[in-house]
């Protein structure tokens, strides 16, 4: 933000709108900003509403009467979490939630007066974090209010979330959230390419993209992205798949076979349960990952692959040769 001070200054504006780029959540901006100028607040956080359960691994606040934040604790646990116990019904939640959900935390999603954000940034440059420097020293002097969001949100930003976010789209009849609200609609970014191509597939619970072309294997409870291929006898479980940047032509394809070099995408018999697979990755035939040992933490950058949480992450590029089994 302090490196583009010099070019929001030249913009005629009265707040700034500041998010983040690591959570997965629909929210109607407008909302937000109307509390901001209702309350006549210098910054207002969106904040949502927690149980006893979750309260100790979030930033949490307390707020008054009004709605004003007067306190902040970086994840607090025993006492000092139950100091933290606000009522929620005050920022619009029913008796009943507020009792069940007696803890706010913020979403990481902040409004500005232009005025209040530059003097703030200037005045402190040894502060770099807005939730754990900035708007905490500045509720001292600053009317900092607090905007609830009772929806879904998820800080997507471990490879575990980011995997549980993503694989929680399949879920039926209702997924927790959903692309397809005809209210607010998320569309991906236009690529035009091919419709996906299935031949003789078993497909359940799961999302595939665009331009996919997927022979003779079953897929359960998994999200493909955009261009993957995915050849005979392969079973996928469980696992995102992010695709890949480019289709390979079908005469390098054929080389790399005849050369055993291993072409972009999944390998023939190959068998994937609970895992990522980045962009563009080479994954020979009879592979097997599935984390077998149970591993949960795991550094084999070398061999192309990671593991966090017991997910194991493929890397982008990565060659995985035929029947390797991890």
Same mark, same amino acid.
């Given at each position: 933000?302090r490196?583009?001070l010099?070019? &929001?200054?030249e913009w005629?504006?009265?707040?700034? /709108?500041? /998010?983040?780029g690591?959570?997965?959540?629909?929210?109607?901006y407008? +909302?937000?900003?109307?509390?901001?100028r209702?309350?006549?607040?210098?910054?207002?956080l969106?904040?949502?509403?927690?149980?006893?359960?979750?309260?100790s691994?979030?930033?949490? &606040?307390k707020?008054?009467?009004s709605g =004003?934040?007067?306190?902040f604790?970086?994840? !607090?646990?025993?006492?000092a979490?139950t100091? &933290?116990?606000v009522?929620t019904?005050v920022l619009?939640l029913s008796?009943?939630?507020?009792? +069940?959900? !007696?803890y706010?935390?913020?979403?990481g999603i902040?409004?500005?007066?232009?005025?209040?954000l530059?003097?703030?940034?200037?005045?402190?440059?040894?502060?770099t974090d807005?939730?754990k420097?900035?708007?905490?020293d500045?509720?001292?002097?600053?009317?900092?209010q607090?905007? /609830?969001f009772?929806?879904?949100w %998820?800080d997507?930003?471990t490879?575990?979330?980011?995997y549980?976010?993503n /694989?929680a789209l399949?879920?039926?009849p +209702?997924p927790?959230f959903?692309?397809y609200?005809?209210?607010? !609609?998320i569309?991906? =970014?236009?690529?035009y390419l091919p419709?996906?191509?299935?031949?003789?597939?078993?497909?359940?619970e799961?999302? @595939?993209? %665009?331009?996919?072309?997927?022979?003779?294997c079953?897929?359960?409870?998994?999200v493909l992205g955009?261009?993957?291929r995915?050849?005979?006898?392969?079973?996928i479980?469980?696992?995102l798949?992010?695709g890949a940047?480019?289709?390979?032509?079908s005469?390098e394809?054929?080389?790399?076979l005849?050369?055993?070099?291993?072409?972009?995408? @999944?390998?023939?018999?190959?068998?994937i349960?609970?895992a990522? @697979?980045?962009k563009?990755?080479?994954i020979?035939h009879?592979?097997?990952?599935?984390?077998?040992d149970?591993? +949960?933490?795991? %550094?084999r950058?070398?061999q192309g692959?990671?593991?966090?949480?017991?997910?194991v992450v493929?890397?982008?590029?990565?060659?995985?040769?035929?029947?390797?089994?991890?």
């Open positions: 933000m490196q583009y010099w070019l &929001m200054e005629d504006v009265e707040e700034y /709108l500041i /998010l983040s690591d959570h997965l959540y629909r929210m109607d407008r +909302q937000f900003i109307q509390r901001h209702e309350t006549g607040a210098d910054i207002t969106s904040v949502i509403p927690i149980d006893e359960r979750r309260a691994d979030f930033g949490l &606040m707020i008054d009467d =004003r934040v007067i306190d604790s970086e994840k !607090p646990k025993g006492e979490l100091q &933290m116990q009522d019904s619009g008796k009943e939630q507020a009792k +069940q959900q !007696p706010i935390a913020s979403m902040y409004v500005f007066k232009k005025e209040v530059f003097k703030l940034l200037r005045e402190g440059i040894e502060r807005f939730g420097e900035i708007i905490p500045a509720s001292k002097d600053y009317n900092v607090a905007y /609830l009772d929806d879904y %998820e997507i930003g490879i575990e979330a980011f549980h976010a /694989l399949t879920q039926q +209702q927790p959903s692309f609200d005809e209210k607010a !609609p569309y991906t =970014r236009a690529r419709p996906t191509k299935l031949l003789d597939c078993h497909i359940t799961s999302i @595939i993209g %665009e331009g996919c072309i997927l022979k003779n079953r897929i359960q409870h998994s955009v261009r993957s995915i050849e005979s006898g392969c079973v479980e469980e696992s798949l992010m940047d480019f289709y390979q032509a005469v394809r054929q080389s790399n005849v050369e055993n070099d291993i072409p972009v995408g @999944i390998g023939i018999d190959t068998m349960r609970g990522i @697979i980045d563009n990755a080479r020979g009879d592979v097997k990952i599935i984390n077998k149970n591993v +949960q933490e795991a %550094e950058e070398n692959f990671y593991i966090r949480s017991g997910i493929v890397l982008k590029n990565a060659v995985i040769p035929d029947g390797t089994i991890i």
